[in-house]
């Protein structure tokens, strides 16, 4: 069964730090990986995906993921943070091979010091 | 091209009442979604359609039915509410089509308090 854990249900940083947010994924088969980020008050919306081609993948507004098969993560970064980015950011896990379901984890809200 | 539309964006029931949520997609997608989120619970599977005329339990079905009118719109009902069932719910919609990849795209979400 697949599963993903996101360390961290809160996470702070300082305006202009680096951001970094933790997944590990579990899945018996190559899965499709996914970002999403939700601003206060608003639906999901995609940030980035691994769908097996280059294992670091690049987003929406400065964000990328490196996809570590070895260390089962997917872990999502940003070189510098800014105000807006302050969300909630979940990262999800699909089995491709399987079904249309995708299984999010439980979210890590980012917290941004000015 | 809307995306995901979802009516109400809020409402308020008492125990007991009954309502449908609202969801249509314009995107052609064959899968739907309900979920609910809940604070320090990420989101939860409710139902899923993965293409017209059938649906399928996900995690947390219980309390709720489904309908999955016709390929654009897909209704979650509540019987008989409970306070448990005060959340964030959202709809959601994927395709399955060769070469894509299951991403799923995501309406603004309704607030339902349940008193």
């Known amino acids: 069964a697949q599963s993903v854990t996101q360390l961290g249900s809160h996470v702070s940083v300082s305006e202009g730090a680096l951001v970094l947010l933790r997944c590990n994924y579990s899945?018996?088969?190559?899965?499709?990986l996914f970002w999403y980020v939700q601003y206060p008050n608003q639906g999901l919306q995609l940030l980035l995906k691994?769908?097996?081609?280059?294992?670091l993948v690049k987003g929406i507004n400065g964000f990328e993921a490196e996809f570590k098969k070895s260390e089962t993560s997917f872990h999502l970064t940003k070189p510098s943070a800014h105000m807006r980015d302050a969300a909630e950011y979940f990262c999800?896990?699909?089995?491709?091979?399987?079904?249309?379901?995708?299984?999010f984890g439980k979210g890590t809200r980012l917290h941004i010091l000015p | 091209n809307a995306g995901v539309t979802q009516t109400p964006k809020f409402q308020v029931l008492k125990t007991g009442q009954s309502m449908t949520l609202q969801c249509a997609q314009d995107?052609?997608?064959?899968?739907m979604y309900w979920y609910r989120q809940d604070p320090g619970m990420g989101l939860r599977l409710i139902y899923y359609s993965a293409s017209e005329g059938t649906t399928d339990k996900g995690e947390v079905p219980n309390g709720y039915n489904v309908s999955r009118l016709n390929k654009r719109e897909f209704s979650l009902r509540l019987e008989s509410a409970a306070p448990s069932q005060t959340s964030v719910y959202f709809c959601?919609?994927?395709?399955?089509?060769?070469?894509?990849?299951?991403?799923?795209?995501f309406g603004p979400g309704t607030r339902l308090t349940v008193t």
């Open positions: 995107m052609n997608h064959n899968s």
């Open positions: 999800a896990v699909s089995d491709k091979n399987r079904d249309d379901k995708i299984i």
């Open positions: 691994y769908t097996s081609a280059a294992t």
């Open positions: 959601a919609s994927s395709s399955h089509r060769a070469l894509e990849t299951y991403e799923q795209y």
């Open positions: 899945s018996s088969v190559p899965p499709y």
